[in-house]
Antibody
């Protein structure tokens, strides 16, 4: 079955960067886009951007442009999301999600990675 | 950006009673292929979101038939015919027609 397994929780200082990984299994990694979505504590879901694991092409929400980088390593079926210049408002759970291009929706999600930004 | 607006944001419901959540989009969600990519997710406490409904009214495998989706254009509804204890959580509408966006979420709780 499809699994997206994310890296563990992180604590970072303001101004630092964080890199979260998302290891895929149970399907052909290069056949489906990976999106990243975040959720601040007690808040809703916020789309950050997408990456095509086959081409490496990316698209980012305007809010995160210049601060987010999405990459992948196809040899280990792993996607990465790096967010730089962290501030306290970036404290959130970060999810990777597999995008179904036919249904235009997410069909599988990672378990989430809590990133805490605190001095 | 397409703004998704849900109401109500909080929904206390008696067990066995129906519940209804509204979702409105700031733009039409009809795609150039004629399909409407409006979806509903359930997020139980401490869990990742789980898809319930895709393309307005299609229930995912394993989703109880007490859940139903309807609507068109910019106006959509998720209904639970008889709320059960396991339905407690936050429900989000999400559109995939344009760059993805989510509603604010509706918290369903038992009275």
């Amino acid at each position: 079955q499809v699994q997206l397994v994310q890296s563990g929780a992180e604590v970072k200082k303001p101004g630092a960067s964080v890199k979260v990984s998302c290891k895929a299994s149970g399907y052909t990694f290069t056949s489906y886009d990976i999106n990243w979505v975040r959720q601040a504590t007690g808040q809703g879901l916020e789309w950050m951007g997408w990456m095509n694991p086959n081409s490496g092409n990316t698209g980012y929400a305007q809010k995160f442009q210049g601060r987010v980088t999405m990459t992948r390593n196809t040899s280990i079926s792993t996607a990465y999301m790096e967010l730089s210049s962290l501030r306290s408002e970036d404290t959130a759970v970060y999810y990777c999600a597999k995008w179904d291009i036919v249904l235009m929706v997410y069909d599988d999600w990672g378990q989430g990675t809590l990133v805490t930004v605190s001095s | 950006d397409v703004v998704m607006t849900q109401s109500p944001l909080s929904l206390p419901v008696t067990l066995g009673q129906p519940a209804s959540i509204s979702c409105r989009s700031s733009q039409s969600l009809v795609y150039s292929d004629g399909n409407t990519y409006l979806n509903w997710f359930q997020q139980r406490p401490g869990q990742s979101p789980r898809r319930l409904i895709y393309k307005v009214s299609n229930r995912d495998s394993g989703v109880p038939d007490r859940f139903s989706g309807s609507g068109s254009g910019t106006d959509f509804t998720l209904k639970i015919s008889r709320v059960e204890a396991e339905d407690v959580g936050v429900y989000y509408c999400m559109q995939g027609t344009h760059w993805p966006s989510f509603g604010q979420g509706t918290k369903v709780e038992i009275k």
